[in-house]
DNA sequence: CCCAGAACTGCGAAATCCGCAAGACGCGTA
DNA sequence: TACGCGTCTTGCGGATTTCGCAGTTCTGGG
């Protein structure tokens, strides 16, 4: 037996897989890594650890896992209009028939941020940021409503990002 | 003089606050420090220093204050979909009168990490994140639009989140 | 029961982070 | 123009963290 922490944590089942998706390999010790990564994305792995009940190493591993798997990244984020430049605009899209060629469609332009589809009276809420008007107009009419199976598109111009958190795991 | 990297930058204007905005203190060396950390927010501060041709504490120092500001966040970021648990919806809001008060009364709820104001037929777009769907029937119909300058709501549940980047500096 | 694979632990060595004090620079003021 | 002030940079050590590498434990399958 070695520190002790460990023995705590023996105990449970290892696994965990989420009970309810069909989502992969994330157990609740990776779950409660991340929530410590969203918190602080360059907090030490020591700490990390310290707070998981797991090596320094370990917790090396798993993050390092989670990165390659792409369940996470860390990254810096910020709101492209208080940095500075850039139209921002949220687009609502309708669609013909099959989803997926217009999401990949819009997951290839480099402006779209953000692509997610939906439930609702849009198919794919897709996010923009442009350097100007004009860029965003042309990227609008021009590329997204050019694509065959957009039956309609409707936007929603950025005026102020007033909140921005990643903290689902921490309430 | 010391290391040769620096004489470059010398040369041009030291703050270029950039001229289109009303945004503070963000100067073109402060933006490619962020681009940096937006491909690898653990990326050290000798690398970025490196790269942005500055000294390692110069950068240490810039980065912080950054965090300090607000201006960033250096996090962990998921799709809480792909993770396991939890609905997620896009909401969006007609407002009667200041748009403010409704803004604030979102961003003080944890169940809504996303708040932004728009120009267009709703007035705010917020993104919830929930435990199920009890959960988000009941942030969105009891307490959203229990906010009396709420004139009505449209939801988009999320199906399934297609892309989420963080390059806007970097193409 | 034994074996193979995966995960975890415990180190040193190397790299990084952090605080500090001194020097350089930009800018407003007298 | 000269002066003074605040900000930005730089260049160190020392403390901390990261990294790579075995050896050990745990799990599941044959």
């Not at 810096?76 to 605009?89: C, E, H, K, N, S």
């Not at 107009?137 to 111009?157: G, M, Q, W, Y």
Request: aromatic share 4%; glycine share 6%.
């Amino acid at each position: 037996m070695h520190s002790g922490v460990v023995a705590s944590r023996s105990a449970e089942p290892r696994d965990s897989r989420e009970s309810r998706n069909g989502s992969p390999q994330v157990d609740t010790v990776s779950l409660a890594i991340i929530e410590q990564l969203q918190q602080d994305g360059r907090r030490p792995y020591a700490a990390i650890g310290k707070a998981v009940g797991l090596s320094e190493a370990a917790v090396r591993q798993r993050v390092q896992k989670l990165l390659d798997q792409g369940v996470m990244q860390i990254v810096a984020v910020t709101d492209p209009l208080t940095v500075g430049f850039r139209r921002q605009a949220m687009v609502g899209i309708t669609v013909e028939g099959d989803l997926d060629p217009v999401a990949e469609a819009l997951t290839a332009m480099s402006e779209v941020e953000y692509v997610v589809m939906t439930a609702g009276s849009f198919d794919i809420l897709a996010e923009i940021v442009c350097e100007d008007d004009d860029h965003l107009l042309d990227v609008i009419n021009k590329r997204i409503r050019a694509l065959p199976a957009v039956r309609s598109t409707e936007s929603f111009v950025y005026l102020k990002l007033k909140k921005q958190t990643y903290m689902w795991g921490t309430r």
